[in-house]
């Protein structure tokens, strides 16, 4: 359906959701570069905190301030203090870290007496979520304290909770928010070699960040980059495993795990793209749309896009075309965390083909996505070996 999209209307509007949807790389890329005209604040909204738990989150839920929700000028301040906290540097220093995660994940998940698995909740979904607890020097073994955190978050975020559910949310998060605090004041107090000492020490005089702030940046490394890499993971192995020859390939030359990464973010977008909002009346190859109106940049569709990529529906990690793929985004909003989702799908895709080179799918894999309209996060793939 995308396809024909690209091909007969690139760009058009969805009655369901009330937006337009853009399906072709170039238009995203010059939509992305144009913040001006295509404001990035409603990518994601936070409601309002329960009426009884606002002494206890007395600036809002923690998520309220979102970099991938903020416009020019704000946005470069916000970018300036993650970069520093998702530095190549700070990366690299915790790439041991991580491959000691990974490894540890994967003995336990060998321990299976009936050698199966569902490797997302036993491996992918795990690297993401204890990788970015080392970086902000947390206790990596708390990761199901972490999943809570994170399906409360994106459930705040991605639904229209009633009042009752919405006090549940607020009281998981209220856990969460202290959490978070409690990290920020001891950073201050010790500061250290983690993300949140590293975010602290950009600060230019006159310009320290917020605590709010601090805590939106904090929890935005956690909803940006747990359950995206962790679905980019499971779709790698699976991809690689529909392709065994390009499995071995990689098996053989480990030079080849990045561009495996990068073609299975290509070839199954972890997300469905972002949303903007036209800040005056435009067109769009021809498409009158009116001020206000919301435009999805499908970033699904455009790594598909046959005028950029050759053979654009074939997994193929030799590709000579392969670039940044569009899932990645364009423009300022480029992902920041794009090198960090890199060393942990490496990681993890090494340490499979190091101690699991003979895993296969289970029948198809069963896998099993969540019905979520903009991030379809993968929560089954059965394997065995």
Avoid at 84 to 109: C, F, G, K, T, Y
Avoid at 298 to 305: F, R, Y
Avoid at 363 to 383: A, E
Wanted: glycine share 6%; charged share 25%.
């Amino acid at each position: 359906m995308l396809a024909q999209a690209r091909r007969n209307h690139p760009v058009f509007f969805m009655p369901k959701y009330g937006w337009y949807v853009v399906t072709r790389l170039d238009d995203i890329t010059r939509i992305a570069n144009d913040p001006e005209t295509f404001s990035n604040r409603m990518f994601v909204t936070v409601p309002e905190v329960p009426a009884g738990f606002r002494t206890r989150l007395p600036l809002g839920f923690p998520m309220k301030v979102q970099l991938a929700a903020a416009d020019p000028p704000a946005h470069g301040r916000l970018k300036r203090y993650m970069q520093a906290a998702l530095s190549p540097r700070i990366i690299a220093a915790h790439a041991d870290q991580i491959r000691q995660i990974a490894r540890q994940l994967v003995d336990e998940m060998l321990r299976s007496p009936d050698r199966q698995a569902n490797l997302v909740t036993s491996y992918a979904d795990r690297i993401p979520m204890m990788a970015i607890a080392a970086l902000l020097d947390a206790p990596v073994e708390d990761y199901d304290r972490y999943r809570l955190w994170v399906d409360a978050s994106l459930e705040l975020i991605t639904t229209n909770p009633s009042p009752e559910r919405l006090e549940c949310l607020a009281e998981t998060l209220q856990d969460f928010d202290s959490f978070i605090r409690k990290l920020i004041h001891d950073r201050r107090e010790r500061p250290g070699e983690d993300a949140i000492s590293k975010m602290l020490a950009a600060a230019d005089e006159g310009d320290a960040l917020g605590e709010e702030e601090i805590l939106g940046l904090v929890s935005s490394m956690l909803l940006g980059g747990t359950d995206t890499t962790s679905t980019a993971i499971g779709n790698m192995v699976w991809n690689l495993l529909h392709h065994r020859d390009q499995w071995e390939a990689v098996r053989a030359d480990r030079s080849l795990l990045a561009k495996a990464f990068e073609e299975s973010v290509r070839f199954r977008d972890p997300g469905r793209g972002p949303i903007r909002v036209a800040t005056q009346d435009v067109e769009i190859r021809g498409i009158p749309i009116p001020k206000g109106s919301l435009i999805q940049l499908c970033t699904m569709a455009a790594d598909h896009d046959e005028t950029v990529f050759d053979h654009a529906d074939r997994f193929d990690i030799f590709r000579n075309d392969l670039k940044i793929a569009p899932a990645w985004g364009r423009g300022i909003h480029m992902c920041v965390g794009r090198l960090l989702a890199h060393l942990e799908g490496e990681i993890a895709l090494d340490i499979l083909l190091d101690h699991v080179p003979d895993l296969e799918l289970v029948g198809d894999g069963g896998r099993l996505y969540t019905p979520q309209l903009m991030m379809p996060t993968l929560r089954c793939l059965n394997v065995s070996w």
